[in-house]
T-cell receptor
Framework: DSGVTQTPKHLITATGQRVTLRCSPR?????VYWYQQSLDQGLQFLIQ???????AKGNILERFSAQQFPDLHSELNLSSLELGDSALYFC?????????????FGPGTRLTVL | GQQVMQIPQYQHVQEGEDFTTYCNSS?????IQWYKQRPGGHPVFLIQ?????EVKKQKRLTFQFGEAKKNSSLHITATQTTDVGTYFC??????????FGRGTSLIVHP
């Protein structure tokens, strides 16, 4: 158990809809990262937050947005969903150990868009 | 942006055979990390290498960081079915963007 929690575990929705994925980092971690993993694809970095502020942006679509709240949990909002958005979405956290930027991954949310 | 190339994409081995996956970068890396993702699971941190030429071992796993800090390898001796999964290397990129290799999926045949 990495200490990172993600909800929901599975999500099935229709094209055009909007969903929110939630992540709670490990206790003491200030950074939260979001990744998308499609079938046979690697981990595509979407966005990183550090202590409530956006720190880095990767290949995140304009239809996607995220935020990190004062209690450090984070939400990833996906809107106008398309079939191609079906994927595993991982959240990871880091920062408690200042000597390393090791990321601890949550169990993921499997999103299916029908 | 920085890219980390990882090969091979897939590797089939018979149980007991050795396995190696390689990561290469065109730029010098400050460090490199390795993660393992079991089928149906999430990536789990294995190790971080920081020093030029560093070699670290974890039981049957040997991790190396090249002298120029541009490449790294993970070698598994005498694979077991429990080694099945996808192995990723990861390196810090510019502007805090972490860069993961595409991963090498290890399939072990009993």
């Amino acid at each position: 158990d990495s200490g990172v929690t993600q909800t929901p575990k599975h999500l099935i929705t229709a094209t055009g809809q909007r969903v929110t994925l939630r992540c709670s980092p490990r206790s003491g971690d200030l950074s939260v990262y979001w990744y998308q993993q499609s079938l046979d694809q690697g981990l595509q970095f979407l966005i990183q937050y550090y202590n409530g502020e956006e720190r880095a942006k990767g290949n995140i679509l304009e239809r996607f947005s995220a935020q990190q709240f004062p209690d450090l949990h984070s939400e990833l909002n996906l809107s106008s969903l398309e079939l191609g958005d079906s994927a595993l979405y991982f959240c990871a956290s880091s920062g408690r150990d200042r000597r390393t930027d090791t990321q601890y991954f949550g169990p993921g949310t499997r999103l299916t868009v029908l | 942006g920085q890219q980390v190339m990882q090969i091979p994409q897939y590797q089939h081995v018979q149980e007991g055979e050795d396995f190696t996956t390689y990561c290469n970068s065109s730029t010098t890396l400050s460090n490199i990390q390795w993660y393992k993702q079991r089928p149906g699971g999430h990536p789990v941190f294995l190790i971080q290498l920081v020093k030029s030429g560093e070699v670290k071992k974890q039981k049957r796993l040997t991790f190396q960081f090249g002298e120029a800090k541009k490449n790294s390898s993970l070698h598994i001796t005498a694979t077991q079915t429990t080694d099945v999964g996808t192995y990723f290397c990861a390196a810090p990129g510019g502007s805090y963007i972490p860069t993961f290799g595409r991963g090498t999926s290890l399939i072990v045949h009993p």
